[in-house]
């Protein structure tokens, strides 16, 4: 161990931590703005000087290891003017007009600046209006350079955690910007919408594109009959955004919310979430058996799933070759939009053409994925708006819901009705776990063998984490499964995603199903999620999806008694020629 002391009250902590984190073991705030726990220390900002004894200079402390005997001073008369500084310098040349903005309230160097009582601007605007520009082409996110502090953090975000570079540092000294590939918008070049640079950015940079207003305008018209789906995650997260703790799960006063906000018919994307399990687990078996027993090379082994619309665009833009691994399904999202045109309109006897889908989601690609061309197949735009769970907590504001104050309500049926295994997709290694649940219990005619139905090797944060299940003493049809080791992998984060797929194509591993989704954490770390999050808040949420799994009545999917419902009245069964039309596409290069 490490012994220092910080403002004269002695501290030691393990060797390699930095000054940052030896404050924040005594709870001394040091204010940061470049700095984020989820990232490599970048240490350009300095808004996190401190003095150190017997160093002239100030030090960053984010980027400072801790030294044996340091003496740090974190509220000199110099910091304080220093950080004063620093923040002023930087308002000089952002677009100040906080009240327009929509991360007022939520900006991180608003509250610094607030913190320090910045009152004055002694330094004269340093960059004309003209160099800035704002991109809102982009579905899923608006990049307005007027706000860019230049930290970086959605730099490293989108390089480090995801792989994917679609933002990057271009120019040098003052003109030096966040850009694109020579400066292309956004929905022209690789970004695949997740979002992360938006919970990463400290300021109003990068937001999600709003459809708040085209909502409300939906619900204020009579004609309408307007249907809102709620996913897994969004219950674990709106909370938060209302003031919540983290790991508070709302579920049941969302859905009262969500009728006083005057939506008519207020429904459930895990009842989606069951049917991809129907529809994948069925995909998968058969591919099994076209591979184990007709030995056709055709069958493309693993299948992944593909209900992570930031995971679609990268493995289209990155790994093309692989795109019939991808399982045919539409993400529940998009299942539930071609159902409530058509299975859902019928049922309620209102003209289709009158629906208006809206969904609500813990993801900004959600919007990107409601918009591709080929989601359509309602004959109508299957999902018309998505929101962010940020979005409707704006609109929970919005209309003066005191949220802590409602009575808990159920969701509308049918299409309602979520298990257990419905709700666990929200967290990483949820989709695998809820189609294990069932495809066993199909195979074997007995539940996973795994205590309390927790598969336990798949879940938590790890970025790759696998799972290896014995399939015995199975049901004569399932012969050919007899002995099989099934070999499941799952990875949270695009980064990771990279690694598994590496390690697939140059032959290090074999799988036969792979759970892929985009956002660290699975859906509940989204970037339509709220501010702030680190590890510890994806936990408290991750825990919260598997404490309501335990509490909900049925927690498989094929037992949850809508889906039984669809497949008689509807459907008819698995992959069944409507199934094909409604709930299964094709991907692109
Ligand atoms: Fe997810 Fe989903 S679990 S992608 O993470 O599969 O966004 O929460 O809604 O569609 O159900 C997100 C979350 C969903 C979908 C579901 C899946």
């Known amino acids: 161990m490490i012994n220092l002391s910080i403002n004269g009250i002695a501290v030691s902590v393990e060797e390699g931590k930095t000054i940052l984190e030896a404050a924040e073991k005594l709870h001394i705030h040091i204010p940061t703005l470049c700095y984020h726990k989820d990232l490599c220390v970048a240490g350009n900002c300095r808004v996190c000087v401190v003095e150190q004894a017997g160093v002239d200079r100030l030090v960053a402390s984010c980027a400072t290891p801790v030294n044996e005997g340091m003496e740090i001073n974190t509220n000199s008369l110099k910091v304080r003017n220093c950080r004063k500084h620093i923040i002023e310098l930087l308002l000089a040349e952002h677009n100040e007009e906080c009240t327009k903005c929509y991360r007022n309230g939520h900006c991180e160097l608003q509250t610094i600046a607030a913190d320090l009582q910045i009152t004055n601007q002694d330094f004269i605007d340093l960059v004309p209006d003209q160099f800035y520009s704002i991109d809102s082409l982009s579905p899923s996110i608006e990049k307005d350079d007027?706000?860019?502090?230049?930290?970086?953090?959605?730099?490293?975000?989108?390089?480090?955690?995801?792989?994917?570079?679609?933002?990057?540092?271009?120019?040098?000294?003052?003109?030096?910007?966040?850009?694109?590939?020579?400066?292309?918008?956004?929905?022209?070049?690789?970004?695949?919408?997740?979002?992360?640079?938006?919970?990463?950015?400290?300021?109003?940079?990068?937001?999600?594109?709003?459809?708040?207003?085209?909502?409300?305008?939906?619900?204020?018209?009579?004609?309408?009959?307007?249907?809102?789906?709620?996913?897994?995650?969004?219950?674990i997260g709106l909370g938060e955004e209302l003031g919540f703790e983290a790991g508070t799960s709302v579920t049941n006063k969302m859905v009262s919310a969500l009728r006083r906000l005057g939506f008519d018919s207020v429904l459930d994307?895990?009842?989606?979430?069951?049917?991809?399990?129907?529809?994948?687990?069925?995909?998968?078996?058969?591919?099994?058996?076209?591979?184990?027993?007709?030995?056709?090379?055709?069958?493309?082994?693993?299948?992944?799933?593909?209900?992570?619309?930031?995971?679609?665009?990268?493995?289209?833009?990155?790994?093309?070759?692989?795109?019939?691994?991808?399982?045919?399904?539409?993400?529940?999202?998009?299942?539930?939009?071609?159902?409530?045109?058509?299975?859902?309109?019928?049922?309620?006897?209102?003209?289709?053409?009158?629906?208006?889908?809206?969904?609500?989601?813990?993801?900004?690609?959600?919007k990107y994925e409601a918009n591709r061309p080929e989601m359509k197949d309602s004959g109508y735009k299957d999902v018309d708006l998505v929101l962010t769970t940020r979005e409707l907590a704006v609109m929970i504001k919005q209309a003066g819901i005191e949220f802590d104050q409602l009575n808990e309500e159920n969701y509308d049926s049918?299409?309602?009705?979520?298990?257990?295994?419905?709700?666990?997709?929200?967290?990483?290694?949820?989709?695998?776990?809820?189609?294990?649940?069932?495809?066993?219990?199909?195979?074997?005619?007995?539940?996973?063998?795994?205590?309390?139905?927790?598969?336990?090797?798949?879940?938590?944060?790890?970025?790759?984490?696998?799972?290896?299940?014995?399939?015995?003493?199975?049901l004569p049809e399932w012969s050919f499964l007899e002995g099989v080791e099934l070999k499941c992998a799952i990875t949270n984060g695009l980064e990771n995603a990279h690694q598994l797929m590496e390690s697939i194509d140059n032959g290090d591993r074999f799988y036969h199903f792979i759970e892929i989704m985009a956002?660290?954490?699975?859906?509940?770390?989204?970037?339509?999620?709220?501010?702030?999050?680190?590890?510890?808040?994806?936990?408290?949420?991750?825990?919260?999806?598997?404490?309501?799994?335990?509490?909900?009545?049925?927690?498989?999917?094929?037992?949850?008694?809508?889906?039984?419902?669809?497949?008689?009245?509807?459907?008819?069964?698995?992959?069944?020629?409507?199934?094909?039309?409604?709930?299964?596409?094709?991907?692109?290069?």
């Open 519 to 589: 956002c660290p954490g699975g859906c509940l770390g989204g970037g339509g999620q709220p501010f702030p999050v680190d590890d510890e808040i994806r936990r408290k949420r991750m825990e919260a999806i598997y404490a309501e799994d335990l509490s909900l009545p049925v927690r498989k999917s094929h037992e949850n008694p809508e889906i039984t419902q669809i497949y008689q009245e509807f459907l008819e069964e698995p992959l069944s020629h409507k199934s094909h039309k409604l709930l299964h596409t094709s991907y692109v290069k």
């Open 414 to 474: 049918i299409m309602g009705i979520g298990s257990g295994a419905g709700l666990i997709f929200g967290a990483t290694g949820g989709v695998m776990e809820a189609a294990l649940r069932t495809a066993y219990e199909i195979v074997t005619g007995r539940e996973v063998p795994f205590e309390n139905l927790e598969i336990k090797p798949v879940r938590g944060l790890d970025g790759v984490k696998e799972a290896n299940i014995l399939i015995e003493n199975v």
């Open 146 to 235: 007027s706000k860019c502090i230049r930290c970086q953090r959605c730099v490293r975000t989108c390089a480090d955690i995801q792989s994917v570079g679609a933002i990057a540092v271009a120019h040098k000294g003052a003109e030096m910007k966040i850009s694109t590939f020579y400066n292309h918008p956004l929905n022209e070049v690789v970004c695949t919408n997740c979002g992360q640079c938006i919970v990463h950015c400290p300021t109003g940079a990068l937001v999600e594109k709003s459809y708040v207003e085209q909502v409300w305008d939906a619900i204020s018209d009579p004609e309408k009959h307007v249907v809102v789906q709620t996913a897994p995650a969004v219950r």
């Open 269 to 366: 994307t895990d009842f989606t979430a069951d049917l991809t399990i129907m529809e994948e687990g069925t995909e998968l078996l058969t591919r099994l058996k076209g591979a184990l027993v007709d030995d056709n090379p055709d069958v493309a082994l693993p299948m992944a799933t593909s209900c992570s619309p930031g995971w679609v665009k990268y493995i289209e833009h990155k790994y093309p070759k692989y795109l019939p691994n991808l399982s045919t399904c539409k993400s529940p999202q998009q299942m539930f939009g071609a159902l409530a045109k058509t299975y859902y309109a019928k049922n309620i006897d209102v003209d289709p053409a009158n629906i208006v889908s809206v969904s609500i989601m813990p993801c900004t690609a959600k």
